[in-house]
């Protein structure tokens, strides 16, 4: 289904496409991919919506938050905002000092995304797709993406992504929901649990940029091999959770990297991926102007996310993995959230 939810600046129509399965609900904007709900069961079978949105296209559209969106063609900061590739080196769009955030402003999550509704193993789903031209932003190569959403019946939200390019470009893409399992936007996720297959941390100076160095989790408050609130020792880290954490048995294949959840609601979500690591960030920046979808104003800490992808500043540091895309690769990823009580 699908129904008109606004409009962009070029006045073309902008889309939220719903699919359900069983007791689950997925919205989804054609601007930037971007869920916009999303509604699973908790224990006492209520249902609750466990996403931070928007209700108007123009904030998404103004949005530093990047609620739900698709973001690419390389998520997070590049440094300087410039890379070298193939000897070339590139310019991109500085728009955090001089660093690049999320791509700067034609990041494939301010666009108008192309949308097919499909059923997949008898599953509803959502498929999006949206090309970028050689040069666009900076980056090379002319280049289609497809970022693809099935909702399965046991409550797995299941996010395919593949890219090409006819040129070697760079690409990191993920989605950037922001989690709160309560389903009561007034409080914060602080006292949500989290665990993490994760052994490394990825050091950061204070503009957020990597030093180069990827340093043990052991003793600190990126240790969450165990359970840990998110509150618990958050004051230990300057700004909250804003953090690149590696997981320790990465093999490139999908597999389980943890488990999200909220005793209040009982709701569980298991995060999978096929991607090194994740962006731990605990919605430090969240202010009051954020309104949330139900008309309350957004709080500091009142969504968290799992941004999985490779690590920031890839490009610029030879000690990480790289996230060139060679004009005869394919790019492909999946990253699943899974749904359940307790
Ligand atoms: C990413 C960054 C954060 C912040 C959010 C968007 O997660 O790491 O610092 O910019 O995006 O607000």
Same mark, same amino acid.
């Given at each position: 289904m699908k129904e008109l939810f606004g409009k962009m600046k070029n006045g073309d129509d902008i889309y939220k496409y719903s699919i359900e399965n069983g007791e689950y609900s997925l919205n989804v904007l054609t601007l930037g991919a971007t869920i916009q709900s999303l509604k699973v069961p908790n224990s006492k079978g209520e249902i609750v919506d466990v996403v931070l949105g928007y209700k108007t296209a123009e904030e998404y559209l103004n949005?530093?938050?990047?609620?739900?969106m698709c973001v690419g063609r390389v998520a997070n900061r590049i440094k300087g905002a410039k890379f070298t590739l193939n000897n070339v080196e590139y310019k991109i769009e500085n728009n955090e000092g001089e660093n690049s955030l999320h791509s700067g402003? &034609?990041?494939?999550?301010f666009k108008n995304w192309k949308s097919q509704e499909l059923l997949i193993n008898d599953n509803p789903a959502l498929k999006f797709s949206v090309k970028s031209y050689?040069?666009?932003?900076?980056?090379?190569g002319n280049v289609e993406v497809t970022c693809t959403y099935i909702l399965t019946k046991d409550g797995q939200v299941v996010i395919n992504y593949e890219g090409i390019t006819d040129k070697d470009t760079i690409m990191n893409l993920t989605n950037h929901s922001y989690f709160n399992?309560?389903?009561?936007?007034?409080?914060?996720? #602080?006292?949500h649990k989290l665990q993490l297959d994760s052994d490394k941390y990825v050091e950061v100076d204070e503009t957020a940029i990597p030093t180069g160095n990827i340093l043990s989790?052991?003793?600190?408050?990126?240790?969450?091999?165990v359970f840990h609130t998110l509150?618990?020792?958050?004051?230990?880290i300057p700004g909250g959770y804003d953090h690149t954490v590696c997981f320790?048995?990465?093999?490139?294949?999908? &597999?389980k990297v943890g488990d999200f959840r909220c005793d209040r609601s009982k709701i569980n979500m298991e995060i999978l991926t096929?991607?090194?690591?994740?962006?731990?960030?605990?919605?430090?920046?969240?202010?009051?102007?954020?309104?949330?979808?139900?008309?309350s104003k957004g709080i500091k800490n009142g969504g968290v996310c799992?941004?999985?992808?490779? #690590?920031?500043?890839?490009?610029?540091?030879?000690?990480f993995q790289s996230i060139e895309l060679k004009s005869d690769e394919k790019y492909q990823h999946t990253t699943i959230y899974k749904f359940s009580t307790y």
């Open positions: 949005c530093s938050t990047y609620y739900g402003y &034609s990041s494939f999550c050689d040069g666009e932003g900076g980056f090379p399992l309560g389903g009561d936007y007034q409080k914060t996720i #602080l006292d989790t052991k003793k600190t408050a990126f240790d969450f091999n509150g618990e020792r958050i004051n230990q320790s048995r990465y093999t490139g294949q999908l &597999s096929t991607m090194p690591s994740l962006q731990l960030y605990s919605g430090n920046f969240i202010s009051q102007n954020d309104i949330n979808k139900d008309g799992f941004e999985t992808q490779f #690590l920031p500043d890839s490009p610029n540091h030879d000690n």
